[in-house]
Protein backbone atom coordinates (compact mmCIF):
# COMPACT_ATOMS: atom_id res chain seq x y z
CA UNK A 1 0.00 0.00 0.00
CA UNK A 2 2.91 2.17 0.69
CA UNK A 3 3.96 1.52 -3.07
CA UNK A 4 0.66 2.74 -4.08
CA UNK A 5 0.61 6.30 -2.44
CA UNK A 6 3.73 7.19 -3.40
CA UNK A 7 2.91 6.51 -6.82
CA UNK A 8 -0.10 8.69 -6.09
CA UNK A 9 1.93 11.49 -5.45
CA UNK A 10 4.30 11.34 -7.98
CA UNK A 11 2.07 10.48 -10.65
CA UNK A 12 0.14 13.50 -9.96
CA UNK A 13 3.75 15.84 -9.85
CA UNK A 14 4.89 14.15 -13.28
CA UNK A 15 1.88 14.87 -14.83
CA UNK A 16 0.45 17.70 -13.85
CA UNK A 17 3.87 19.81 -13.41
CA UNK A 18 6.11 18.58 -16.61
CA UNK A 19 4.55 16.54 -19.09
CA UNK A 20 1.51 18.67 -19.21
CA UNK A 21 2.36 22.28 -17.70
CA UNK A 22 -1.31 22.90 -17.52
CA UNK A 23 -3.36 22.96 -13.97
CA UNK A 24 -6.41 22.05 -15.51
CA UNK A 25 -4.97 18.36 -15.79
CA UNK A 26 -5.26 15.53 -13.89
CA UNK A 27 -4.28 12.00 -13.16
CA UNK A 28 -5.43 9.90 -10.58
CA UNK A 29 -4.10 6.18 -9.53
CA UNK A 30 -5.16 4.24 -6.40
CA UNK A 31 -6.36 0.59 -5.91
CA UNK A 32 -9.85 -0.77 -7.14
CA UNK A 33 -10.53 -2.20 -3.72
CA UNK A 34 -9.12 0.42 -0.89
CA UNK A 35 -9.84 -1.89 1.84
CA UNK A 36 -8.30 -4.83 1.00
CA UNK A 37 -5.79 -3.44 -2.16
CA UNK A 38 -4.15 -7.22 -2.76
CA UNK A 39 -7.27 -8.49 -4.16
CA UNK A 40 -8.27 -6.55 -7.03
CA UNK A 41 -6.30 -4.51 -9.84
CA UNK A 42 -4.97 -0.85 -9.95
CA UNK A 43 -7.00 2.27 -11.67
CA UNK A 44 -5.32 4.43 -13.78
CA UNK A 45 -6.77 7.87 -15.27
CA UNK A 46 -5.93 10.96 -16.65
CA UNK A 47 -7.58 13.82 -17.52
CA UNK A 48 -6.14 15.78 -20.57
CA UNK A 49 -5.96 19.61 -20.08
CA UNK A 50 -8.97 22.04 -21.58
CA UNK A 51 -11.03 17.76 -21.45
CA UNK A 52 -13.82 16.43 -19.75
CA UNK A 53 -13.05 12.93 -18.23
CA UNK A 54 -12.90 9.66 -20.38
CA UNK A 55 -11.81 5.93 -19.73
CA UNK A 56 -8.62 5.16 -20.72
CA UNK A 57 -9.19 3.15 -23.89
CA UNK A 58 -11.45 6.16 -25.11
CA UNK A 59 -7.81 8.54 -25.01
CA UNK A 60 -6.29 9.33 -28.16
CA UNK A 61 -2.88 7.79 -29.13
CA UNK A 62 -0.97 11.03 -27.63
CA UNK A 63 -3.14 11.58 -25.08
CA UNK A 64 -2.74 7.39 -24.03
CA UNK A 65 1.84 8.10 -24.76
CA UNK A 66 1.87 10.84 -22.24
CA UNK A 67 -0.20 9.21 -19.49
CA UNK A 68 2.34 5.80 -20.24
CA UNK A 69 5.47 8.28 -20.06
CA UNK A 70 3.81 10.11 -16.78
CA UNK A 71 3.77 6.44 -14.79
CA UNK A 72 7.26 5.55 -16.31
CA UNK A 73 8.70 8.54 -14.77
CA UNK A 74 6.25 8.45 -11.11
CA UNK A 75 8.08 5.20 -11.18
CA UNK A 76 11.33 5.99 -11.78
CA UNK A 77 11.17 8.59 -9.29
CA UNK A 78 10.20 5.72 -6.82
CA UNK A 79 12.47 2.91 -7.88
CA UNK A 80 15.23 4.11 -10.11
CA UNK A 81 16.76 1.54 -12.49
CA UNK A 82 19.97 1.34 -14.02
CA UNK A 83 18.63 2.12 -17.43
CA UNK A 84 15.32 1.98 -19.16
CA UNK A 85 13.95 0.80 -22.44
CA UNK A 86 12.08 2.71 -24.56
CA UNK A 87 11.54 2.26 -27.63
CA UNK A 88 11.82 6.07 -29.39
CA UNK A 89 9.55 7.88 -27.26
CA UNK A 90 12.34 8.67 -25.32
CA UNK A 91 14.09 10.72 -28.02
CA UNK A 92 11.35 13.01 -28.39
CA UNK A 93 11.20 13.93 -24.71
CA UNK A 94 14.44 13.94 -23.93
CA UNK A 95 13.89 17.70 -22.62
CA UNK A 96 10.88 16.77 -20.37
CA UNK A 97 13.42 13.85 -19.10
CA UNK A 98 16.04 16.12 -17.66
CA UNK A 99 13.68 18.85 -16.23
CA UNK A 100 12.31 15.65 -14.11
CA UNK A 101 15.45 14.20 -12.92
Excluded: W
Excluded at 37 to 51: E, F
Aim: aromatic residues 12%.
Amino acid sequence: MKTVLILMLNIVIVFIQALSKNQSAQAFLGPENAEEPYLDGINYNCVAPGKRFRPMDNLSGGEKTVAALALLFAIHRYIALPFQLVYSVIVYTLPVFFVLF
